[in-house]
């Protein structure tokens, strides 16, 4: 008898939307020093997931099995789709930024002024914005930066995946974790030395894309383990306290030892969510609304804080601009709607413009 598949785990999609919406409030209340103090913190359980899904793709496609010329295939192949998936959803999202920051706010007109704003900013569409490549300036769409860096660290590891993936896996990736946690958790190492290491952010965004295979490792041990029905629905009960301790901690909760408990929390409650063994998959199973929220939540992080950048300019009173909170949720909220839908339009019409562009410019046989 064929058993039955189980279904995929929506409520994962309704947190990312959640944890989106946090990071959203965090920035909106200069960076939650009175409200959302640990919403920066959403963007690690972004990162775990991006590093459980990839290695979970890795497994699936069995690519360790492979030939090397085959696994180096999987690997560009995987990179080539990400690279454009992230390049026009940060291409747009830019554009946007810019026109709407330097060219309505900073009043910057005229070929030679905007060239050379974009020669400082240029990094950002190409997804390598680093310290140091923009001429000390900060990044115009600060979100973006989590795109450059979860391209890099998923590059790195799926080349040692490639080329050395057994040692990898037992010796580098979880010496990185125990290392990259230490200097992290380490008093007198302060955090803007943590992410500003090697470039932006990035030793931090690797160290939680290693988490994420730790995550889908614990995740194979749990779909092994025959569980009853009790056990089911303790399993269940203890997913929807790890997602509720991980709120409580974004919301109300700081510091660098929250965001390690965070992680380790993180960890364990999506390894049970893919599971399968919750029933959580069951009494929210992915549908239409599900997906949307997830598509939804990368609008939200890419195009909120522009908008936040024009209710700072109309509003330069804090105290002002606190008070139009409801008003400025419903206009960012518009905005990743609208920018979901235009996303589904380039992503529809790059096919054709590709097959198009190919009969123009080759010759045919």
């Not at 092994?224 to 997913?239: K, N, Y």
């Amino acid at each position: 008898m064929e058993e039955r598949k189980t279904p995929r785990n929506g409520l994962l999609d309704v947190m990312r939307l959640g944890f989106a919406g946090i990071v959203m409030m965090y920035h909106f209340y200069s960076n939650g020093e009175k409200h959302f103090p640990g919403g920066f913190t959403g963007v690690e359980f972004f990162t775990i997931l991006a590093g459980f899904l990839m290695f979970s793709a890795w497994e699936r496609h069995r690519a360790s099995e492979l030939p090397l010329k085959e696994r180096q295939r999987y690997w560009l192949e995987y990179m080539r789709k990400r690279y454009v998936r992230f390049f026009w959803y940060g291409f747009i999202a830019f554009v946007v930024a810019f026109f709407t920051i330097r060219i309505w706010h900073d009043n910057i007109y005229g070929v030679g002024k905007i060239s050379d704003a974009l020669s400082g900013d240029v990094w950002e569409i190409i997804l390598i914005k680093m310290n140091g490549l923009n001429r000390g300036k900060g990044i115009l769409n600060m979100p973006a930066w989590t795109l450059a860096c979860m391209l890099f660290a998923e590059f790195l590891i799926l080349g040692m995946l490639t080329f050395a993936g057994q040692k990898f896996l037992v010796f580098f990736m979880p010496l990185s974790v125990i290392f990259g946690s230490g200097y992290w958790t380490n008093n007198y190492t302060t955090l803007w030395d943590f992410s500003a290491f090697f470039t932006f952010g990035m030793l931090r965004i690797y160290v939680l894309t290693c988490c994420g295979i730790l995550s889908y490792w614990i995740c194979q041990k749990i779909k092994a383990v025959p569980f009853s029905t009790i056990g089911r629905w303790v399993l269940t009960g203890a997913e929807l306290t790890g997602y509720t301790v991980c709120m409580l901690i974004v919301l109300y909760r700081n510091g660098r030892y929250y965001q390690f408990c965070f992680i380790l929390v993180t960890m364990f409650v999506l390894a049970v969510s893919f599971s399968g063994k919750s029933f959580a998959g069951s009494i929210l199973p992915a549908n239409r609304l599900t997906n949307f929220c997830a598509e939804l939540s990368l609008s939200v992080y890419l195009t909120h804080y522009t908008v936040l950048r024009v209710f700072q300019y109309l509003y330069e009173d804090i105290n002002e601009l606190y008070r139009q909170k409801f008003v400025f949720l419903c206009c960012a909220l518009a905005a990743a709607l609208g920018y979901t839908y235009i996303m589904r339009g380039v992503f529809k019409m790059l096919p054709i413009v590709k097959e198009k562009l190919k009969r123009v410019m080759l010759e045919r046989p």
